[in-house]
C-alpha cells in the first residue's frame, strides 16, 4: 500500500510538469489525507517542484529573464505613435508688433492636432541613436477667422552620435548582459540542488527520529521482557535485588525514550512537511538508503567542473567587465565632450491636406555640442584613481575567490572519498552491535551475564544504528555539496540542465 502511495506522489509530480494547468491547490486535494511512504528521491523531487524555495528561485529567475528581454528589445527597432488629439486653446494671448515693437492683447481661438509615427533605432557599436519619422499637424482657427492649414513631414531623419569624451553604454551592456543571464541560468540549477540539500537535512533528520523511535520502542518491549525473566530469577536466588531495581529503573527510562522520540518525531515530520509545503492531513513515512552508490570522483575533474560548469566564472566575468568599464566611464567623463546631431527631411504646408503632401520642401540641420573642462580642481582625475582603485581591488578579491574556490573543492572531494568507507564501517558496526545484543539477551535469559553488560550491549546497539544513519547524511550532504559545487550528476554520469522555456518561464 505505502509503495502505491510513493508512486502516487511521483505521479503527481509528473502530471504538474507535463499538464502546467493543475496548480499546486489541486496537487494538495489529490494527497490530502494520504499517507507517503517516500524515498530519499522522492522528497528531493518533491522539494524541486512545491517547496517555497524552488517558487522563489522560479521567480528570481524569471525576473533575470525579463531583464535580459528588456535589454534585447533596447538593440532592436522601436516604432512609437505620438498624438495630440485634441489639443483646443480659447484664451487672451499678448504678441508684439513686429514693426513697431507694440504689444497688444489679442484673442486665441485655435485648436491644433498633431501625430507623430517614428522608428528609433540605438547603436550600440557607436553609441549613436538613428530616428526615421513622419508626422502631420493640422491647425484649426476659429476667430477672427475661420481657416484650417496643415503641415507635413512626409520623411524626417534624425542622427545623433557622441564623438569623444561619451561613455557607450550600450556597448558594455552588450557584453554584460548576456553574461549576466548566463549566470541566472547556473544560479538557478544551483538553487534547485540547494534545494536538494535543505531536503537531505530534513530527510535524515527525519529518518533519525524514526529509527530513534524505533529504537525506543524495542528497547522497552524487551527490557519489559527482561523484567519478567529478571523477577523470575530474583525469586529463585539468581540475582541481586539492585539489579532488578535496576531494570525496573530501565523500564522507565525507556518509556520516557518513547515518549520523547514521539515527540522529536513529530517535529521532524512537521518540518519536513513545512519544507515540502504538504498539507497538514498528510502523513509521511521514509525510507532509509538501503546503500551508497560506489563513485570514482577526482578532484582535477571535479575542479573543472565546478569552474566551467557552473556561475563562478561568469561572475568574475562579470566583475572584471562592470569594473573595467567603470573605469571608462570615469575617463569619458573627465575630459572634452563632444555631441553631433544631424537632421535631414522633408516637409510642407498648405490650405488642404493634398496640398500639404505636394512638393515638399528639403530640411538640413547640423548642430555640433562641445563640453569643455576648464578647471575641475582635479575631480575628474580623482574619479578615474578610484574607478582604478576599484578595479585592482576587485582584481585582488577575485584571485583570493579563485584561491578559496579550489580549496573548498578539494576539501569536499576528500571528505566524500572518505565518506564511503566511513558507511561501510558504520554498517558493518551495526550488524556486530546488532548481533552482540541478541546474544547477550540470550546469556541474560540464562542468567550468564549481568543487567551491567545487557545495558552496555543495548546501548552498543543503540549508538551503531544512529551512526549509521548520521554517516548515510554525511554521504549524501557531501554528494549534493559536490552536485552543487559542479552542477553535474556523478550517479548519471551527466550534466544537470532543465528545460528553461517549460520548466521555469510558463
Known amino acids: 500500500m505505502g509503495k502505491c502511495l510513493r508512486f502516487l506522489v511521483i505521479g503527481v509530480c509528473c502530471n504538474f510538469i507535463l499538464f502546467p494547468g493543475v496548480s499546486m491547490a489541486q496537487v494538495k486535494d489529490t494527497l490530502a489525507g494520504k499517507k507517503l511512504v517516500l524515498t530519499l528521491d522522492d522528497v528531493i523531487q518533491y522539494a524541486k517542484e512545491y517547496s517555497t524555495s524552488s517558487f522563489i528561485a522560479k521567480h528570481q529567475f524569471r525576473s533575470s529573464y525579463w531583464q535580459f528581454r528588456s535589454f534585447k528589445a533596447e538593440l532592436l527597432p522601436s516604432l512609437n505613435l505620438a498624438l495630440n488629439l485634441p489639443n483646443f486653446n480659447h484664451s487672451i494671448s499678448t504678441v508684439q508688433d513686429y514693426e513697431t515693437g507694440n504689444y497688444k492683447y489679442v484673442q486665441n481661438f485655435v485648436m491644433r492636432n498633431n501625430l507623430e509615427l517614428s522608428i528609433d533605432q540605438n547603436l550600440a557599436f557607436s553609441g549613436g541613436t538613428l530616428s526615421v519619422s513622419s508626422s502631420l499637424e493640422r491647425m484649426d482657427q476659429f476667430s477672427p477667422n475661420k481657416y484650417a492649414n496643415y503641415n507635413s513631414a512626409p520623411v524626417f531623419m534624425t ?22 543571464y548566463k549566470k541566472a541560468k547556473y544560479i538557478y540549477l544551483e538553487s534547485m540542488e540547494n534545494i536538494a540539500l535543505q531536503a537531505v537535512q530534513y530527510f535524515f533528520a527525519m529518518v533519525s527520529a524514526q529509527q530513534s523511535l524505533k529504537i525506543a ?122 555631441d553631433l546631431y544631424v537632421q535631414f527631411g522633408l516637409s510642407q504646408t498648405g490650405n488642404t491636406f493634398a496640398d500639404s503632401y505636394h512638393r515638399p520642401k528639403d530640411q538640413e540641420g547640423v548642430r555640433l555640442g562641445m563640453r569643455v573642462p576648464i578647471l575641475d580642481w582635479g575631480m575628474g582625475k580623482g574619479r578615474v ?122
Not at 561613455?167 to 549576466?180: G, S, Y
Not at 569594473?323 to 570615469?330: C, G, I, N, R, T
Not at 573548498?408 to 558496526?429: M, P, R
Request: glycine share 2%.
Open 217 to 338: 520502542e524495542f528497547n522497552y518491549r524487551n527490557t519489559e521482557a527482561m523484567l519478567q525473566i529478571a523477577k523470575e530469577r530474583f525469586r529463585i536466588g539468581s540475582i541481586k535485588k539492585n539489579e532488578l531495581q535496576q531494570l525496573e529503573l530501565n523500564l522507565l527510562n525507556a518509556g520516557l525514550a518513547v515518549n520523547q522520540a514521539n515527540i522529536t518525531l513529530n517535529m521532524a515530520h512537521f518540518n519536513l512537511k513545512s519544507y515540502l509545503s504538504l498539507d497538514e492531513t498528510v502523513s509521511v513515512e521514509l525510507i532509509l538508503p538501503s546503500e551508497v552508490p560506489q563513485l570514482q570522483i577526482e578532484y582535477n575533474e571535479v575542479y573543472q567542473l565546478a569552474v566551467t560548469n557552473t556561475s563562478f566564472e561568469s561572475d568574475i566575468k562579470i566583475q572584471e567587465m562592470e569594473a573595467e568599464s567603470a573605469v571608462v566611464q570615469a575617463k569619458a567623463n573627465r575630459g572634452l565632450s563632444a
Open 385 to 506: 584613481q578610484m574607478a582604478k582603485s576599484q578595479q585592482e581591488m576587485v582584481e585582488e578579491q577575485i584571485n583570493q575567490k579563485r584561491i578559496q574556490h579550489k580549496q573548498d573543492v578539494l576539501l569536499n572531494v576528500l571528505n566524500f572519498k572518505n565518506q564511503g568507507e566511513q558507511c561501510a564501517i558504520s554498517a558493518k558496526a551495526d550488524t556486530l552491535a546488532q548481533e552482540n545484543y541478541r546474544t547477550i539477551m540470550d546469556l541474560f535469559a540464562q542468567g550468564a551475564v549481568s543487567v551491567l553488560e545487557l545495558n552496555s550491549a543495548q546501548s552498543d546497539r543503540d549508538n551503531a544504528m544512529l551512526r549509521y544513519v548520521s554517516e548515510l547524511k554525511n554521504y549524501w550532504t557531501y554528494y549534493y555539496e559536490l552536485q552543487k559545487l559542479t552542477l553535474y550528476d556523478f550517479i548519471s554520469d551527466k550534466n544537470i540542465s532543465v528545460d528553461f522555456d517549460k520548466e521555469v518561464l510558463e
Open 159 to 180: 542622427y545623433s552620435q557622441p564623438i569623444f569624451g561619451s561613455f557607450n553604454r550600450l556597448k558594455w551592456d552588450k557584453e554584460i548582459e548576456p553574461e549576466r
